[in-house]
Nanobody, 121 residues
């Protein structure tokens, strides 16, 4: 089972990026999938998660109304659309899958390798 995260890069403050997390090896159509991030010297923190139906979404307060998580079941892929980025959003972003607690990183069974997002001021 692999999760391949992509879409990170360098963007100016106020800009947008879309991250993708493609799963392979099994279908995650009935699993929670989520995004977390880790800035240098900080712990991994929850960003957003989505339930298997796509109806239930969860966001950290710091990204609410700026970030949107959505999934394409047919492509076994989850996305994170990030708008109005600020330098505080700079981090390595990780996708996770298969969790009973969307906001808890230790509950996720599978992780991608991370993609770096750098927001310049």
């Amino acid at each position: 089972v692999q999760l391949q995260a992509s879409g990170g890069g360098l963007v100016q403050a106020g800009g947008s990026l879309r991250l993708s997390c493609a799963a392979s090896g099994r279908a995650f159509s009935r699993d929670v999938m989520g995004w977390f991030r880790q800035a240098p010297g900080k712990e991994r923190e929850f960003v957003a998660a989505i339930g298997w139906t796509g109806v239930n979404t969860y966001y950290a307060d710091s990204v609410k109304f700026r970030f949107t998580i959505f999934r394409d079941i047919a492509k076994n892929t989850v996305y994170l659309q990030m708008n109005s980025l600020t330098p505080e959003d700079t981090a390595v972003y990780y996708c996770g899958a298969d969790s009973k607690a969307p906001r808890a990183p230790y509950e996720y069974q599978y992780w991608g390798q991370g993609t770096l997002v750098t927001v310049s001021s």
